[in-house]
């Protein structure tokens, strides 16, 4: 699956990634980094990125995406981030600082412990997304996911699935002490309620 999702990228692209030999994956990633323009590198990281979706989906969930489903995926992803580039974002773009000045630090986790935030949001009339990362007592980043879900819309929902997708983060990362951390109270008050659905 993986083969065949790389044959249907850009011939220039291809032809640097078969081009280089490198064993170490995170030197890989750098040599790729320093060589290919700004637009092929997101390509390049997108696609990793899609791939390790679709093998997860499949290893975890016995979901299977066809190399077709997971290149066209790859595709609308990239236009839509040019299109929020164009559109909405000039500001944020163009001045990561002013941004970075107003951020509060979320509360630390308990000594040895990490942090998984979780998030849900709709895209009116086109799906629902539930989003979740994971950081460390020190604020390092130690992973994330994300999972995009055509036709639901309800943000409730949402947010329980997004604390659902924090547990299998966690699984996948290897990390046994953590909390979860959402900004539904509703969702929490569910969870805590047992609510069952």
């Known amino acids: ?26 030197q890989w990633l750098f040599t790729h980094m320093q060589s290919l323009s700004h637009p092929l590198f997101v390509k390049l990281a997108v696609t990793l990125w899609a ?22 995926f790859v595709v609308r992803f990239i236009q839509e981030l040019v299109m929020i580039r164009e559109e909405g974002g000039r500001e944020v773009w163009a001045n990561p600082a002013a941004r970075a000045t107003t951020a509060r630090r979320p509360k ?13 949001g709709v895209r009116p009339g086109r799906r629902g997304v539930a989003v979740a990362v994971c950081r460390d007592s020190d604020g390092n980043y130690l992973g ?40 539904s109270k509703q969702a929490i008050g569910d969870i805590n309620g047992g609510a069952m659905g």
Do not use: Y
């Not at 986790?109 to 849900?120: L, N």
């Not at 947010?159 to 900004?183: G, K, M, P």
């Open 144 to 183: 994330s996911s994300a999972l995009s879900i055509h036709g639901l819309h309800d943000p409730a929902t949402l947010e329980v699935i997004a604390c659902r997708e924090a547990l299998a983060l966690a699984s996948d990362l290897n990390v046994h002490q953590f909390v979860i951390s959402s900004d």
């Open 108 to 120: 630390a986790p308990p000594h040895g412990h990490c942090k998984i935030h979780v998030d849900a």
């Open 51 to 72: 791939i390790w979706a679709a093998r997860r989906k499949a290893i975890h969930e016995g979901i299977f995406q066809s190399p077709h489903a997971i290149h066209s």
């Open 1 to 26: 699956m993986s083969r065949c999702t790389w044959a249907l990228v850009d011939e220039e692209l291809g032809q640097q990634i078969a081009a280089t030999s490198e064993p170490n994956a995170k």
